[in-house]
């Protein structure tokens, strides 16, 4: 019996030295096991220790960028000289982009390592054509809300220390001898005048800045589908009716910051390169009409894009299925960044 309670501690010290070995003879730099969204289960970035991340741009600086995941987490990025920047395109080679592609509501992927200050040294970043298109509309449309908040915070801020003048003026009045106090009751009139405009101001600058924080949320407002003749990318009376209606009901909208993305598609016949040049001319004969018929501004449009037979909404199988197929899909799409005010 006292040879048997021996040997049991003795089994229980082994094992837990082999777990320990287990335990401490992990690799620090091994591969991080990420989430649904990309982002470390633990939430934490350790130095020199591998990671994917997938997100949105929300910030953009000279030599870093901000990155928010679907889960609102947010991850600073740093770009180097060896960051590998390329733009993945579905029928053709990637193409190597340059740092300055990396807009704010870009979506994309990184490949680093963490640093010492929590952050993401990029090695590699990845992003779809299309997605750097949209970014780019979006980006053409935000100076113009970034310079009203950049004025109001700078008169915001005037304001302030035309307040703090006033208070100073007031507390050395007050000392003074009986025949000053009027200048010193109309300092003080003055400074509440200038507190009811800081606070105007104050309030146009929040407004600004939660448009500009909005405008990663870019919706699609209505699409529109218009049939094509097999083998033509010419548009039917029928199709340029259906245009006309739907921008005489976009024209009776108040609403403002929105782009027009044209894409085309054809039915599986013919070879590859054919359906694809096909499906971009009708894209292109339908934004065509619309800033010929319409006099729809250019920079509302997003290049057009064709996607031959690839993404058939119905079977290719049957002479209706492929009529289906023959198409142009005319997307709306509202920034509510820029338009919230206004819808």
Same mark, same amino acid.
């Given at each position: 019996?006292?040879?048997?309670?021996?040997?049991?501690?003795?089994?229980?010290?082994?094992?837990?030295?082999?777990?320990?070995?287990?335990?401490?003879?992990?690799?620090?730099?091994?591969?991080?096991?990420?989430?649904?969204?990309?982002?470390?289960?633990?939430?934490?970035?350790? *130095? $020199? @220790?591998? #990671?994917?991340?997938?997100?949105?741009?929300?910030? +953009? !600086?000279?030599? =870093?960028?901000?990155?928010?995941? %679907?889960?609102?987490?947010?991850?600073?990025?740093?770009?180097?000289?060896?960051?590998?920047?390329?733009?993945?395109?579905?029928?053709?080679?990637?193409?190597?982009?340059?740092?300055?592609?990396?807009?704010?509501?870009?979506?994309?992927?990184?490949?680093?390592?963490?640093?010492? *200050? $929590? @952050?993401? #040294?990029?090695?590699?970043?990845?992003?779809?054509? +299309? !997605?750097?298109? =949209?970014?780019?509309?979006?980006? %053409?449309?935000?100076?113009?809300?970034?310079?009203?908040?950049?004025?109001?915070?700078?008169?915001?801020?005037?304001?302030?220390?035309?307040?703090?003048?006033?208070?100073?003026?007031?507390?050395?009045?007050?000392g003074q001898v009986e025949e000053l106090s009027g200048i010193a009751a109309a300092a003080q009139t003055a400074a509440k005048n200038a507190q009811v405009s800081a606070d105007q101001a104050q309030l146009t600058a929040d407004t600004a800045n939660e448009r500009i924080t909005a405008l990663d949320d870019y919706a699609v407002f209505r699409t529109i589908t218009v049939q094509f003749r097999a083998g033509s990318a010419s548009l039917s009376r029928k199709a340029k009716e259906e245009i006309d209606e739907a921008v005489n009901d976009l024209s009776g909208g108040s609403f403002k910051g929105f782009a027009i993305s044209v894409v085309g598609f054809a039915d599986s016949t013919g070879n590859?390169?054919?359906?694809?040049?096909?499906?971009?001319?009708?894209?292109?004969?339908?934004?065509?009409?619309?800033?010929?018929?319409?006099?729809?501004?250019?920079?509302?449009?997003?290049?057009?894009?064709?996607?031959?037979?690839?993404?058939?909404?119905?079977?290719?199988?049957?002479?209706?299925?492929?009529?289906?197929?023959?198409?142009?899909?005319?997307?709306?799409?509202?920034?509510?960044?820029?338009?919230?005010?206004?819808?």
């Open positions: 019996m006292k040879q048997s309670k021996t040997t049991f501690p003795l089994a229980v010290l082994a094992l837990t030295l082999a777990l320990a070995a287990t335990v401490f003879g992990h690799d620090a730099n091994s591969l991080t096991t990420f989430g649904h969204d990309g982002a470390s289960l633990d939430g934490l970035t350790i *130095e $020199g @220790q591998k #990671v994917k991340i997938e997100g949105i741009v929300t910030k +953009r !600086d000279e030599d =870093t960028f901000t990155v928010r995941g %679907s889960d609102g987490t947010e991850t600073v990025v740093v770009l180097t000289e060896n960051t590998n920047v390329k733009i993945v395109r579905r029928f053709r080679a990637d193409k190597t982009a340059a740092a300055s592609d990396i807009l704010r509501g870009l979506r994309l992927k990184i490949e680093g390592a963490g640093n010492t *200050e $929590g @952050q993401i #040294v990029a090695a590699k970043i990845r992003f779809e054509e +299309r !997605d750097l298109l =949209t970014a780019q509309a979006l980006e %053409s449309r935000v100076s113009p809300v970034e310079s009203q908040a950049n004025s109001t915070q700078t008169l915001a801020e005037s304001n302030e220390k035309r307040i703090a003048a006033a208070d100073e003026n007031a507390q050395r009045l007050a590859k390169g054919t359906n694809r040049s096909l499906s971009t001319r009708r894209a292109e004969s339908v934004i065509n009409y619309l800033v010929t018929k319409h006099n729809l501004p250019l920079q509302r449009v997003v290049q057009p894009f064709g996607y031959g037979s690839l993404d058939p909404v119905a079977t290719n199988q049957t002479s209706d299925g492929r009529s289906k197929n023959r198409r142009a899909e005319i997307r709306i799409l509202v920034n509510k960044g820029i338009t919230q005010a206004s819808l």
